[in-house]
Nanobody
C-alpha cells in the first residue's frame, strides 16, 4: 500500500517562506516524477512544480523564481521551498508521485498567506 505523507503547510505572512515535504512509503515501482499541485477554493487543481527522477524540473509561471522543488531519491521524498509567498499562493497543496503503473496523491496540506 502506497502512502504519501505531507507536512510543512501552515499560516505565513505575505513575503514569508514555507517548506513542504512529502514522503512516499510502500512499494512503488519506478518513480518517474514527483511534484506538487495546488487547488484554491472554487478553482481547478493546477500544477505548481514537478521534478523527474533525472532531476529535471518544471514550474508554473506564477511561481518561477520564488519556489524551488527538490527530491531525495533514496528517501522517496520531495520538497517544495516556497519563498516570497503571496496571498494568491494560498491553496491546498497536493503532493503526487507518478510511477510507471500509477499516480499517487497525498491528502493535501493547507497553505494560508495573510496580507
Amino acid at each position: 500500500q502506497v502512502q504519501l505523507v505531507e507536512s510543512g503547510g501552515g499560516l505565513v505572512q505575505a513575503g514569508g517562506s514555507l517548506r513542504l515535504s512529502c514522503a512516499a512509503s510502500g512499494s512503488i515501482f519506478r518513480i518517474n516524477a514527483m511534484g506538487w499541485y495546488r487547488q484554491a477554493p472554487g478553482k481547478q487543481r493546477d500544477l505548481v512544480a514537478v521534478i523527474t527522477s533525472g532531476g529535471n524540473t518544471n514550474y508554473a509561471d506564477s511561481v518561477k523564481g520564488r519556489f524551488t522543488i527538490s527530491r531525495d531519491n533514496a528517501k522517496n521524498t520531495v520538497y517544495l521551498q516556497m519563498n516570497s509567498l503571496k496571498p494568491e499562493d494560498q491553496a491546498v497543496y497536493y503532493c503526487y508521485v507518478r510511477a510507471v503503473v500509477a499516480t499517487y496523491w497525498g491528502q493535501g496540506t493547507q497553505v494560508t498567506v495573510s496580507s
